[in-house]
């Protein structure tokens, strides 16, 4: 008799939770075990980016979209400034094995650029059912073991899995900072041309972005709103980016947990809010803002990553649909006086925003650049634009317009 496509024979990977729970599939991409959070995302595309932005450092992510890697991998479409360091997810776990590539753009099967980065995957698993139980009882802490051969000590793995402290307390953002300075003039991603650069001359604005982990399409919407930007590690000085003589300073996503960073994140932000300079932070560099002006920081109970996240604008009532990857929060109640909350979360409720009132310093908690994604968050880009442009004494753009 055949063997039903949902048995599988002899498991290559494992998923052991930290509660002693054991998954089997299908191993794909590297080989070993890994200690990391599981977490799921619900966008139904960009798998790439997902796996590539750096704030999924000490995390598994689970899609819930089954069929991932179809469309293959290029080399435009990675998130991480320096993919030769390989900052990102550390391991996947697919509902379908992969199939072979089917795009013009691609140049590499997803398997084994999976085994070239390191990253660790698990296919053939009810990603539905584990899905179900992240929602029930929160992102677990686990272990995801690959070994082609299928010999796995079950009982050591869980014991790793158990021990693992997880992503409370952690600061992976010093992991994921750029080593060094360096310059961004890559303009976006356009169909049928691929990214230009912006020219020396053209560069009106100069934005210091200090690189906690740092997105690429962050980098490139600057660059099409004619900043060219300087990068900089997550530990430079205050007085070190001044320095620099910017027009508008920039604080990066980035991974683990932001009150982990305190320490050297939150004299510098608040000796960068005191300088009077446009201040745009997101995601992690949304909530070292917040941690600066005096306001707390929470683990959430499965956090936010998809790409289809309703979010309501309370500077103009619009409701945005954003992407979003994030698993600690700014606790609204937290937020002192001259702190506005700006943007929520209308799936929970939760702080997606927030802005210094009297200030040009502002931040939303979701990814505004997200690339491929919602591009209803662009104007935040805009937005912050047209607090350097004010300084400046220049007319404001129009939020709303395209870039
Ligand atoms: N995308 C991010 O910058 C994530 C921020 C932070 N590491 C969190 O999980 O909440």
Not at 51 to 75: A, C, K, M
Not at 92 to 120: C, E, M, N
Not at 155 to 181: F, N, P, R, V, Y
Not at 309 to 316: A, I
Request: glycine share 10%; aromatic share 6%.
């Amino acid at each position: 008799m055949a063997t039903a496509p949902w048995t599988i024979e002899k498991p290559t990977a494992l998923l052991v939770l930290a509660d002693g729970t054991v998954i089997e599939g299908k191993g794909i991409g590297a080989t070993g075990h890994v200690q990391a959070e599981v977490v799921f995302n619900t966008a139904l595309t960009g798998y790439e980016e997902i796996l590539t932005d750096p704030s999924y450092l000490g995390q598994i992510v689970t899609f819930t979209f089954p069929h991932i890697g179809n469309v293959g991998t290029n080399e435009e479409d990675i998130e991480d400034l320096t993919p030769a360091a390989r900052k990102g997810a550390v391991g996947v776990i697919f509902k379908a094995d992969i199939t072979d590539p089917s795009s013009y753009r691609a140049v590499k099967h997803l398997d084994q650029w999976l085994k070239a980065r390191g990253v660790i995957g698990l296919c053939g698993v009810d990603t539905r059912a584990l899905t179900a139980w992240i929602r029930e009882n929160g992102a677990p802490n686990a272990v995801i073991a690959h070994d082609p051969s299928g010999t796995f000590d079950v009982e050591a793995l869980k014991k790793d899995a158990k021990a693992w402290s997880g992503l409370l307390d952690l600061d992976l953002a010093i992991e994921a900072t750029s080593g060094q300075s360096s310059r961004w003039n890559e303009r976006p991603w356009v169909w049928n041309e691929g990214t230009s650069a912006l020219g020396e001359n053209d560069a009106r604005y100069h934005i210091v972005a200090v690189d906690y982990g740092v997105k690429r399409n962050i980098l490139r919407l600057f660059a099409g709103l004619d900043c060219r930007v300087t990068i900089v590690p997550a530990k430079t000085s205050a007085e070190d980016i001044l320095a620099l003589n910017p027009d508008g300073i920039f604080l990066s996503n980035g991974p683990g947990d932001p009150a982990a960073t305190g320490e050297y994140s939150v004299p510098v932000i608040r000796k960068l809010i005191d300088s009077g300079l446009p201040l745009f932070g997101i995601c992690l560099g949304h909530q070292m803002l917040a941690l600066a002006l005096g306001a707390q920081t929470e683990k959430m109970h499965q956090g936010h990553h998809g790409a289809n996240h309703p979010v309501k604008d309370y500077t103009t009532g619009k409701v945005e649909i954003v992407s979003m990857n994030h698993g600690f929060a700014v606790a609204s109640k937290s937020l002192p006086e001259g702190v506005e909350e700006t943007h929520v979360s209308l799936f929970d409720g939760t702080n997606c925003g927030i802005r210094v009132v009297g200030k040009p310093v502002f931040s939303v908690q979701h990814h505004p650049e997200a690339s491929p994604g919602p591009q209803d968050s662009h104007y935040l880009f805009r937005r912050f634009i047209n607090l350097v442009r004010e300084r400046k004494g220049e007319p404001a753009l129009d939020e709303r317009s395209a870039a």
